[in-house]
């Protein structure tokens, strides 16, 4: 009786595990809508998971579907029923070689539990083309495609209204021929013209009027004072009243100046009144005031007419030092312009070393190889069966390598490449195809590992440290990754530069996959470079 009890128990839990398995085998379902297409044509790829509303779902992503390729992946449609969420998530595939193709099993996370979609199997059918009436052409070559320069006439643009705009301050405030002020204008005048100009302004000025003879002296008396100290007597407007008189005299003696004794004798009557005036505050009347201004009017006059002509000579020597000044204001300017651009160049320098570094500064101004590349435009493809996924400064070239017809029936090689090991960075893509289908085994690993440093000894490479360990994508594809450094053979025959290498390889049942990477030492740009790349690396993950 126990024993009948125990079997009955035995049954209802083996029966309630298989309901349990049911219902989780039940969350996840897959379909196509269509098992026949034609190349190139897209069928959706359908995901149905119901879930729990706490549950957290994860849907494949990338080139998961190989040997199709995934062309759009849609937006989860999500619909709540009572306390689950019903999940539907569709993908576009396509396929561009007739055959029989089978969609591997995809996974899905839901929590902490991770199920599996059915295989599929999709059918690819040729599409049919007429040859007498469509002709047929052998394969185009590769053709160099010109980079494109859209963000080049904006830097050339910028620099050149920098440019302009220095250059128009210098001009304007440096160059530019200013408009004269009034008191420039008078300072331009001759001696002579300036004088009588200054004379018809003190008689435009309220002095006499307000009985301030003391300015109004002190005015007339600079007047004749700055003119005899221009034309006669370089000290005049600070000799005293005697002592200019008695230069007067000693140049009249002397046949220097042609002045009367009447004229130095006016000329001292109206300095030592002005005198009194200034000092001893004596107070002449008015009318005396005016006929002194008169007076001072005439003797400007007889002193220009007292003068000696200049001679041809004096009147060279005059043409020589004003060519001089203006040479010198010139010299000036020049060296003003030079001062301001040097200037301007360091404190640019300057800003922009301190915010950016200078080494950075200086490697954009005058060019680093390395710099431009990281700062290029990216490209980011797959390449080779099946696909590696990798971003790079430049698209890479796929190379055909030579290589035995015994060894050319066992593996298909394709190989892309920028680059080679005498240049500062070289990349190397490379897929490699067995035709026994058998699994690659560590030996063979090893084997492929050893091949490729004897390929680079035999090409000069010295002196190569190795280091393995495990490396993994950021999709999460496993492989191995052998780096280290080694001395790379230079431009130069016979010298060497220290550089580093990393190897990447990855293999799925008869399928070996390699980047090869190698880079010089010390090179920062790089070293940035290199990091972007590996962190690019993507490729389909091997299901156990």
Not at 200 to 219: G, H, I, P, R
Not at 326 to 333: L, T
Not at 349 to 371: L, P, Q, R, W
């Amino acid at each position: 009786m126990i024993n009948l009890k125990t079997n009955r128990m035995s049954i209802c839990f083996v029966f309630a595990l298989c309901l349990v398995s049911i219902n989780l085998n039940a969350q996840v379902t897959s379909s196509i809508d269509s098992t026949t297409i034609k190349i190139g044509e897209q069928i959706t790829f359908k995901v149905k998971v119901e879930a729990d509303t706490t549950d957290l779902v994860v849907f494949p992503e990338g080139q998961t579907f190989t040997p199709l390729e995934m062309i759009e992946s849609y937006k989860v449609d999500t619909t709540k029923t009572n306390a689950k969420y019903e999940l539907i998530k569709r993908y576009g595939l396509t396929q561009f070689d007739s055959g029989t193709y089978t969609i591997p099993k995809q996974k899905i996370i839901i929590g902490s539990k991770t199920f599996f979609t059915d295989s599929l199997q999709v059918e690819v059918s040729n599409i049919q083309v007429d040859t007498t009436k469509q002709g047929l052409y052998d394969i185009k070559p590769f053709m160099e495609v010109e980079k494109s320069s859209s963000n080049l006439w904006l830097i050339i643009l910028g620099i050149l209204l920098a440019v302009i705009c220095v250059a128009f301050l210098l001009y304007w405030f440096i160059w530019r021929k200013k408009p004269l002020t009034e008191e420039a204008k008078i300072a331009m005048l001759p001696p002579y013209d300036r004088a009588k100009l200054a004379l018809k302004k003190l008689d435009e000025s309220t002095y006499l009027q307000n009985a301030e003879l003391k300015d109004y002296y002190s005015e007339l008396t600079f007047i004749i004072r700055k003119y005899l100290d221009e034309k006669v007597y370089d000290k005049a407007l600070e000799s005293t009243t005697d002592e200019l008189i008695s230069r007067l005299n000693l140049l009249k003696d002397a046949n220097q100046i042609e002045l009367s004794k009447d004229d130095i004798r006016n000329l001292e009557t109206i300095l030592k009144r002005a005198d009194l005036v200034k000092f001893a505050k004596s107070a002449p009347d008015i009318e005396l005031a005016k006929l002194d201004r008169n007076t001072i009017d005439i003797e400007i006059d007889h002193v220009k007419e007292a003068l000696p002509e200049p001679s041809e000579e004096e009147k060279l020597l005059n043409q020589q030092y004003k060519e001089e000044q203006e040479r010198k204001k010139k010299r000036k300017k020049v060296l003003l312009t030079v001062f301001i651009s040097v200037f301007l160049l360091l404190a640019t320098f300057v800003g922009f070393g301190i915010k950016y570094g200078f080494t950075y500064v200086k490697d954009t101004i005058i060019g680093h190889e390395s710099k431009e590349l990281l700062e290029g435009d990216w490209v980011r493809s797959e390449y080779g069966v099946p696909p590696i996924t990798i971003s790079t400064p430049k698209v890479l070239k796929r190379i055909e390598i030579d290589l035995p017809e015994e060894i050319k029936a066992q593996v298909n090689i394709t190989t892309f490449a920028y680059g080679s090991l005498l240049e500062r960075l070289n990349i190397v893509v490379s897929t490699s195809v067995f035709n026994n289908k058998e699994k690659i085994n560590e030996d063979q690993i090893q084997s492929i590992i050893d091949g490729n440093f004897k390929t680079w000894e035999s090409q000069g490479v010295t002196n190569i440290i190795t280091k393995n360990e495990q490396f993994i994508t950021p999709n999460a594809a496993e492989g191995l990754k052998i780096h280290g450094t080694a001395n790379f053979p230079a431009l130069v025959p016979g010298e060497y530069e220290s550089g580093n290498y990393a190897l990447f390889l990855f293999t799925a049942d008869n399928i070996v996959q390699q980047i090869i990477l190698t880079w010089k030492e010390n090179d920062a740009y790089s070293e940035q470079i290199i990091e972007r790349i590996i962190n690019s690396i993507e490729l389909k993950k091997a299901e156990e």
